[in-house]
C-alpha cells in the first residue's frame, strides 16, 4: 500500500494556502467551502500550494518545490542570471507544504489552468534536473531539484482546464488579420472582461518578458515548453477540460450564459469565432473554437505530440494522458465557480478514489 499526498497548484492570479486571501475564499471550492479540508474528511492527504500567481511556468515549479521539500527557493544560478531576477526567494524550512519530503515520499501533482504547466515541469526536474543550471553553478551551490533523480517520488499529474498547447485567448489580439472590435458583445460583459483584464494584468518588473505566465500561455511558446518535457513512464497522466460553449449552425461557438461566468463572456464570443495564425506559423482552425472561456478544449485536454487516450476505468496506464470526459463548466468550474457557482466536490471525489486505487489495490 502506497501513502499518497496530493498537491493542488492553482493558476494565474490564484492562491493558496500561503496566502491569507484562502481563509477568506478558498481557490479550491470557493463558496462551497475549502476543497482540501472536505478531501481531508474523506481520508485524503491534500494541500494547496500557493506559488507566484503571475509567474513563469519554471519559477513556480522552483517555488513549489521549496514548499514541498522545505527549503529556500532557488530559482537556478543560469536561470536567474538570464532573466534578471533574483536567485533566491521565500525560506519554507519552518513551514513545509508537507511533514516529509524523502525516498519514501509519494505525491500526485494536481494543476489547474496554468497550474497544469508547472506539475508538468516540477515532474520534468524531479525527474531529470536542469542541465543549464549543472554546467553553470557549482556542485556545492546547486539546488538538489536540478539535480533531478526524484521522479520516483510523482506517482500521478492531472491537469484540470489547463492551456496545456497554449489559448486562443491570447494569441488572437496578436494577429493584425483579425478584428476583435467587428465582433458584437453586450456592453455588460466588454465591462466584466476589463476587470478580469485589469486582475491578470503583469505589472511591469525588471524581469525579463519571457519570464511571465503570460508568455508562456501563448501557443507558439506553449508547443516550445512541450517540446522540452515528455510523459515518465512510471507515472499516471490524468486530464480534463472544460467546455461551456455551444455550437452554432454556422460553425461558430458561443458561450452557454448559463454556464459561462460574465467576465468569461467576451473571451468566450471571441475564441468562437477565431481562425487565424501564430506568430510562429502554427494554424489555428475551427477545431479550437470550443472553449471554457479562456482555455480551448482542444488544448486542455493534452499535449498534441503525447500519448493519449480517452480515459477508460478498466484501462488506465501509466506514461500516457488518460483524458477524462470534458467537465461541463466554464473555466472556473472545477473551483467551483465565481457568481456561476457550481459543486466540484464529486468530481475530485471520484477523480482521488481512482488514483488512489492504482496505488491500493
Known sequence: MTYLQYIFCHGLSGWGEYDRQYKRIPYWGMRNGDLMEHLRSL??????ASVAPKGSAWDRACELYAQLSGTVVDYGRAHSLAMGHDRYGKDFSRNPLISEWNADTR?????????GA???LLAQLLTEGGEAERQNTHPLDISPLFLGGMGQRIAAVVTL???????????MYMDPDFHPEEIRVPAKYEMLSKLMKGSTKVKKTDRSPDDAADYDMTIDHAAALNSRMHLLN????????CCSTIRREDGTYVPDLQKTEGM?????????????????????GKE???????VNVISARAPFNDPQKPFDAGDIRPGIWNVLPDYDGDH?????GFAVRHDPRPFYEELLLIIDRLFTE
Open 118 to 120: 508547472t506539475v508538468r
Open 43 to 48: 481520508g485524503y492527504d491534500c494541500h494547496a
Open 264 to 284: 468569461f463572456v467576451r473571451t468566450s464570443t471571441l475564441m468562437g469565432q477565431y481562425l487565424g495564425k501564430t506568430q510562429g506559423g502554427i494554424e489555428i
Open 107 to 115: 505525491i500526485v501533482l494536481l494543476g489547474h489552468s496554468f497550474g
Open 161 to 171: 482546464a489547463a492551456p496545456t498547447n497554449g489559448t486562443v485567448s491570447y494569441d
Open 288 to 294: 479550437w473554437r470550443p472553449n471554457d472561456g479562456l
Open 234 to 241: 512510471h507515472v499516471y497522466y490524468f486530464s480534463a477540460a
Open 332 to 336: 472556473g468550474s472545477l473551483q467551483g
